[in-house]
């Protein structure tokens, strides 16, 4: 049966990020969390901030994911002009329609994201925000948000020790996977490797199959 395309934009707000650190790889492979019967698709990636001011390391991940960077930089004394345009960006989508939005993911803290999040719930919309932990409890945004993500789970400190490759996409594609059916249909696995690595082929590598592949990754603790 072929699949139907579930089209994602993500925006970041960089300067509202910029005092985390975290790896953006991460990050985007969490976005792809969805049922095996969806095509996840980064229609739009998109990050705002005064470029003169942005943060090196995060800019380089950004760039090297090739999202489209839009330059706010400050008038006067005024505040960044981040916020308001990404979420005039964001809700232009709804009347362009093309591509069309599914699912909405936004990286900031900042709670003026929710009269956009609200907005584009009322049309159908999936919204998702990453943000720091100690927005949680924060009830303005667990109110406007279908998903909450926290930076400190993609710092580079906490993500697990990892020493290959094929390894880092298991663990990848496990974690957009539905935690509650695991590991009934660990199987499910190998069709999201090859959705986040086109390239991949188990055959090719030091496994040869992917039952071997599974059994590996139980050892290493990948697997409960």
């Not at 591509?99 to 998702?128: H, N, Q």
């Not at 927005?135 to 948000?145: E, G």
């Not at 930076?151 to 509650?180: D, G, H, W």
């Not at 660990?186 to 992917?210: C, G, L, R």
Request: proline share 3%; net charge neutral.
């Amino acid at each position: 049966m072929r699949k139907h395309n579930l089209n994602i934009a993500v925006y970041i707000d960089m300067e509202n990020v910029a005092s985390s650190e975290f790896v953006l790889e991460d990050v985007m492979n969490s976005f792809l969390s969805t049922d095996e019967d969806y095509n996840c698709i980064f229609a739009i990636k998109a990050a705002y901030g005064n470029q003169n001011a942005a943060k090196k390391t995060l800019k380089t991940q950004i760039v090297e994911h090739n999202f489209n960077i839009i330059d706010t930089p400050k008038i006067g004394n005024e505040k960044n002009r981040a916020d308001l345009l990404l979420s005039l960006d964001a809700f232009e989508t709804l009347y362009l329609d093309n591509p069309r939005i599914d699912r909405y993911c936004f990286m900031t803290s900042d709670a003026d994201f929710t009269v956009v999040a609200d907005k584009l719930r009322k049309f159908g919309k999936e919204v998702w925000l990453v943000c720091k932990k100690s927005d949680k409890d924060r009830a303005i945004l667990t109110k406007s948000f279908d998903n909450l993500l926290f930076l400190e789970n993609y710092c580079p400190e906490t993500t697990p020790k990892i020493t290959s490759k094929i390894e880092r996409l298991f663990v990848q594609a496990v974690r957009n996977m539905n935690q509650s059916k695991l590991p009934n249909n660990v199987s499910v696995a190998n069709d999201k490797m090859k959705a986040i690595d086109p390239s991949f082929q188990v055959s090719n590598t030091e496994y040869k199959t992917f039952m071997n592949l599974i059994k590996d990754m139980e050892k290493k603790g990948h697997l409960q």
